[in-house]
């Protein structure tokens, strides 16, 4: 199944932000996927609140109601490999320790 990845993001991009863009580029390595990111200032934009990580246009909802995390990306993507989890786990903790 072949998927477009997108995310909405604040400029300057923040944490969230940066990470949303950073799940995005290794969905799309994974998953030959497409990804593209839009910075917009200031926000919200079009009625979502950014950042936001859309999975063939429909933004996905943090399950904590705060953050995206690599178990909320995995659940949208049907046909993800093993391995992705663990690549964005490792995203994860990457960007939120900066």
Do not use: W
């Amino acid at each position: 199944m072949s998927h477009t990845i997108h995310v909405e993001a604040n400029n300057p991009p923040g944490k969230r932000c940066t990470l949303y863009i950073r799940y995005a580029e290794k969905v799309g390595q994974h998953l030959g996927a497409p990804f593209s990111a839009i910075f917009h200032s200031p926000h919200p934009v079009q009625g979502r609140i950014t950042p936001a990580l859309l999975v063939g246009g429909v933004a996905l909802v943090p399950a904590n109601g705060e953050v995206l995390l690599p178990q909320d990306v995995c659940a949208a993507l049907a046909d993800a490999p093993a391995e992705l989890l663990e690549t964005l786990t490792a995203a994860h903790q990457a960007t939120m320790t900066d």
